[in-house]
């Protein structure tokens, strides 16, 4: 049974955590390009290559969280803490779950936008999909506070540092 998260899932977690914030912070450009094209007039260049780089995020979360999502399988992943309440560990599995969902319908409906122009992915994409995403990440975010302040598990150091 596997302590914690191997070196290239941590890699993984935190790398997408990075470009995953990076989009949801700075989706201005693909929010611009969007209100123009569906807007019915021409992007710029300039448009279109700043919404590029979100596009290329988006992508490259895809594929990261697909890679993620195989190794989660091969690799497996730690138990949960004896310290963690049953009904939690439940919110937890779904949360985690719900993540990779994301990871894999937030780029597909991001790309039917984008790329076939599809109105309802975009809505999707920058409305309740972003909006669940930023949901989950705080109660992921105030989980592993509680881990690591409240209950004195080894959760963070599980996705950090390793097992000791």
């Given at each position: ?28 450009a693909m ?6 094209f569906?807007?019915?007039?021409t ?22 969280g ?6 989660r ?10 310290e ?64 690591q ?16």
């Open positions: 049974m596997t302590t914690s998260f191997s070196l290239p899932q941590r890699i993984l977690h935190w790398l997408m955590a990075v470009l995953i914030l990076f989009n949801l912070l700075f989706a201005d929010e611009t390009y969007a209100r123009v569906f807007g019915g007039q992007p710029t260049p300039e448009q279109v290559s700043a919404a590029n780089i979100h596009a290329y995020v988006g992508i490259t979360v895809l594929v990261l697909l890679v993620r999502f195989c190794l399988f091969i690799q497996g992943v730690p138990p949960e803490p004896k963690e309440p049953p009904f939690l560990r439940v919110v937890a599995k779904v949360s985690h779950w719900a993540f990779y969902l994301l990871f894999f319908a937030m780029p597909f409906a991001g790309i039917g936008a984008y790329y076939f122009g599809n109105k309802t992915a975009a809505f999707a994409h920058g409305g309740p999909m972003k909006l669940f995403m930023w949901g989950l990440i705080v109660a992921h975010i105030g989980g592993a506070l509680v881990h302040f409240y209950w004195k598990t080894d959760v963070l150091r599980r996705m950090t540092a390793g097992s000791r």
